[in-house]
């Protein structure tokens, strides 16, 4: 009995080998599958076609007026830099702490300061590969005077010859980053 059992043993283990020395070997022949478990089912591809649905595209889209959990985006301030009436809010909806400014220095080095400066100049190391727009000193008096909510509308729409940063930067690290340039102004 026990000399029966390790023969299987030993004749799968044979078997194994044999087979997997057919791996990497070309084949026109689709594969052979022991188990197919659930390679072949029966799915929906992103982009692809319906015959089930009316507007034959598989991809459904929200019911309208309909938000999704974590995604309202009321308050105007917060989200957009705006107040009620659509005009740029002149100070940011929250008050500044010292984490915000530490968090927005790390976030201004990584995402700003390539273009603005490290010292937030206007003199990022992109002016050495000629790039032909200065971007915007912070220190100048302009800049100073700009509403919180035109910098927030900057950062996350892109101003002039500025790309968006919204993609990059969330909304808290938008704030966060706008804290750190006001701090540095203030010197
Ligand atoms: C690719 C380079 C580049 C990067 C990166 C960049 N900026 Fe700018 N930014 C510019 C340029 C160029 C201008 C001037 C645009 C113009 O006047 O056409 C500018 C202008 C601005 C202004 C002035 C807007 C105004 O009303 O004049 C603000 C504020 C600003 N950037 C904030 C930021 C912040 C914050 C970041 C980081 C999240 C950032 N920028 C990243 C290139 C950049």
């Not at 022991?34 to 072949?40: A, E, F, Q």
């Not at 992109?126 to 915007?136: E, G, Q, V, W």
């Not at 909510?149 to 966060?176: C, Y």
Request: charged share 20%; hydrophobic share 35%; glycine share 8%.
């Amino acid at each position: 009995m026990n000399k029966l059992f390790t023969r299987m043993v030993l004749l799968t283990g044979v078997v194994f080998l044999i087979l997997a020395c057919g791996r990497g070997n070309y084949s026109e022949k689709p594969p052979i599958h022991l188990n197919p478990n659930m390679d072949s089912q029966g799915k929906y591809k992103a982009q692809s076609e319906s015959n089930f649905f009316v507007n034959g595209a598989t991809m459904r889209t929200p019911v309208e007026g309909t938000v999704a959990r974590g995604e309202l985006r009321a308050d105007d301030a917060f989200y957009h830099g705006k107040d009620a009436t659509g005009e740029f809010v002149t100070s940011a909806p929250m008050a500044f702490t010292t984490e915000m400014v530490t968090r927005g220095e790390e976030r201004y080095d990584i995402y700003c300061s390539a273009c603005h400066g490290k010292d937030a100049d206007g003199n990022g190391k992109i002016l050495f590969y000629k790039y032909p727009i200065p971007p915007a000193n912070f220190y100048d008096e302009r800049i100073k005077k700009l509403s919180d909510g035109h910098m927030f509308n900057a950062i996350t729409a892109g101003w002039l010859n500025m790309p968006s940063f919204k993609a990059q930067v969330s909304v808290e690290d938008r704030w966060a980053i706008i804290s750190y340039i006001r701090s540095l102004q203030k010197n």
